[in-house]
């Protein structure tokens, strides 16, 4: 067992005992941050040389799925942390790059969010997010959503547009900067204890060592830099929502074995239906597995990304069935919000908006094959 998937393991037991009052609440839980940064899984994939735990993508992807399966909102919290941390640690090995900021993530504990959810015009690339030159840096203002983890993130990932080159900005901003604030939108469906709330930059000034990477405003999805981050994004999401799956098989069992079910069926077609969950948990977890050694193995930045992109598709929908015919499985019980499975309903529906999603995924996934066949 890696050393960040046995930390996963270790944590697991804490983040379960809390995950139904922080789902209910729809709090945001500190604790289970604080926690993590003890136990050494905030610096998990940040190489060993540099204070981490030198996890590799497969290693963080095993140990998401823990996660997951124990607080949903948790590792979908945390994997926008990590893998930011991953693609950092990825590039550092390469050039070098990225060790001044690895090496917070391990000494100090910071916490890296990220946003790029945003009002956009259908079919472009662009953000509204305005970069304006100011002397030796910048002044950025606009509007993101859907940014987890807002209440505990030191350090935000923001895209915005040169205002004089067009070009896509990726920049570092300190969320303690005048000018950034939160607006506490987030009261959904599922993955309540994500606080995914709305950033708001109003003239937030930054300088140009903030400046990550320039993208082209026609399509950053094929550079490669940005194509290394949503590698470690996609992957790590999979993991996610494949430990729900886990979570939902488990309870099936758990209330089949207490004879907990309200519908009228024959023990045969109960066999029948157990046999359609283990088929579809066999092949999500194999997708993800598969998937995500592919990824790891693929040198190539931006076919690495496709084939994320693709098991992220592939896996997440799998693991929905997995839910869907575990509460066939249990029946009316799992409709009551004291049950376990209910949350676990809700929060499987968030895996269909990680972006790119379908069909946006599909078609990037033929734009790709067509390219390389031409």
């Not at 015009?121 to 987890?148: H, L, M, N, Q």
């Not at 999979?238 to 004879?259: C, F, N, P, W």
């Amino acid at each position: 067992m890696s050393e960040m998937l046995d930390v996963a393991a270790k944590a697991s037991i804490d983040l379960e005992s809390r995950a139904a009052e922080v789902d209910l609440a729809g709090r945001f839980p500190k604790e289970n941050y604080e926690l993590l940064r003890d136990l050494g899984y905030l610096r998990g994939p940040v190489p060993a040389e540099l204070g981490g735990l030198n996890a590799t993508l497969l290693e963080a992807v095993a140990a998401q799925r823990v996660l997951g399966a124990a607080c949903a909102s948790t590792a979908l919290s945390v994997n926008m942390h990590l893998f930011q941390v991953g693609a950092a640690a990825e590039g550092w090995r390469a050039s070098g790059a990225n060790e001044p900021a690895l090496r917070r993530v391990a000494d100090e504990g910071i916490v890296l969010g990220s946003t790029g959810a945003e009002a956009i015009v259908a079919g472009e690339w662009d953000t509204p997010t305005i970069a304006t030159p100011d002397g030796d840096g910048y002044r950025i203002s606009g509007r993101k959503y859907f940014c987890s983890q807002a209440d505990v993130m030191d350090v935000v990932r923001v895209n915005a547009k040169d205002a004089e080159s067009g070009e896509i900005l990726v920049m570092a901003v300190p969320t303690s900067a005048a000018g950034i604030s939160i607006d506490p939108t987030w009261d959904t469906m599922g993955m309540r204890a994500t606080a995914s709330h709305d950033i708001i930059l109003d003239d937030v000034v930054v300088p140009a060592t903030a400046v990550s990477a320039r993208l082209p405003a026609a399509g950053p999805a094929w550079d490669p830099q940005f194509a290394r981050a949503i590698r470690w994004f996609l992957s790590l999401v999979s993991g996610v929502y494949m430990g729900i799956a886990d979570r939902a098989r488990i309870q099936a069992y758990t209330a089949l074995g207490k004879g907990n079910n309200t519908t009228f069926r024959s023990l045969a077609l109960t066999e029948e239906l157990v046999g359609r969950m283990e088929s579809a948990h066999l092949r999500a977890s194999a997708l993800l597995e598969s998937g995500s050694r592919r990824v790891a193995d693929e040198a190539d930045m931006v076919a690495g990304m496709i084939a994320a992109i693709t098991t992220k598709e592939e896996s997440t929908t799998a693991s929905a069935e997995v839910v869907d015919l575990a509460v066939t499985l249990v029946g009316g019980r799992s409709y009551f919000r004291k049950s376990v499975l209910e949350r676990l309903v809700r929060d499987m529906h968030a895996a269909r908006f990680h972006p790119p999603s379908a069909p946006v995924s599909h078609q990037m996934i033929g734009i790709h094959r067509l390219r390389a066949t031409n």
